[in-house]
């Protein structure tokens, strides 16, 4: 039969000395020496900062895309208003020039 009272004691336990395990065994087997592990260090600091470097000159690249695409986005907008604005300055136009003519023949009183 199982005991749930030592379970949790003994997983404790168990862990720990997996814990000690480990630590001595990695020591007694450690791979490089601290000169070694210096270089290895250095040559990954040296990569992180390519790495850093190349995700820098993508953010910049895109971030010139999204001005090149709003700029333009703007310009389109700009456009369509210059279209609107000419359009309604044509239709006052001919709203005027209309009103003007129906005064001359006396049919613009109210």
């Known amino acids: 039969m199982y005991d749930d009272r ?15 395990t480990g630590a001595v065994l990695a020591t007694l087997f450690a791979p490089r ?25 993508r953010a910049v690249r895109r971030g010139r895309e999204l001005v090149d695409e709003a700029s333009e986005a703007v310009d389109r907008g700009r456009d369509s208003i210059e ?8 239709a006052v136009e001919a709203g005027r ?3 003007h003519e129906n005064k001359d023949r006396g049919e613009g009183s109210v």
């Open 6 to 20: 030592h379970s949790g004691a003994s997983g404790v336990l168990l862990f720990l000395v997996g814990g000690l």
């Open 33 to 57: 020496s601290g000169r070694e592990t210096r270089e290895m260090l250095g040559e990954r600091l040296r990569e992180g900062a390519e790495r850093g470097r190349d995700l820098r000159d």
């Open 83 to 90: 279209k609107r604005k000419d359009r309604l300055a044509a």
């Open 97 to 99: 020039q209309a009103y």
